[in-house]
């Protein structure tokens, strides 16, 4: 149990700082404008995904928020790194960078899997 409780809040940790510090920082800067436009996605698309970013990522780390809240989280950044992933293949082609995407959403499934092992114990 230890283990499971040591990877869910490494995983989820990182999460958090990478998916609502981060984004909150970085929100206005140029680089993510430039980075949302060349994707093809509309300016005001920043404020939507940085806005469901940081509450998913504070749902994630309190722990008196209902599981079924936790369940949709997950599943936000689930959808959130796969459409990353495509959109950067789609306009990139293949990378480094757009497997960037792919290790996060391995680390979201440590945190995801890990969660899972704690409530049954």
């Known amino acids: 149990m ?9 995983s989820t940790i990182f999460l958090f700082l ?7 920082l970085t929100a206005g800067s140029e ?11 509309p300016l005001y698309f920043i404020t939507i ?7 998913g990522a504070i749902v994630l780390v309190v722990p008196m928020v209902p599981g079924r ?9 689930g959808l ?8 950067m293949m789609v306009v990139d082609g293949f ?14 499934t440590v945190s995801y899997i890990s969660r ?3 409530l049954v114990q």
């Open 31 to 41: 680089m993510s404008q430039q980075a949302i436009l060349h994707l093809g996605y």
């Open 2 to 10: 230890k283990k499971y409780k040591i990877a869910f809040w490494v």
């Open 95 to 108: 990378s480094m960078f757009a497997l960037f995407p792919i290790v996060i959403f391995a680390i979201l």
């Open 18 to 24: 990478f998916e609502g510090v981060m984004p909150a």
């Open 80 to 87: 959130d790194y796969i459409s990353a992933f495509v959109s």
């Open 69 to 77: 809240v936790k369940e949709w989280a997950y599943a936000g950044f």
């Open 49 to 55: 995904l940085t806005t469901f970013k940081i509450l």
């Open 116 to 118: 899972q092992k704690l």
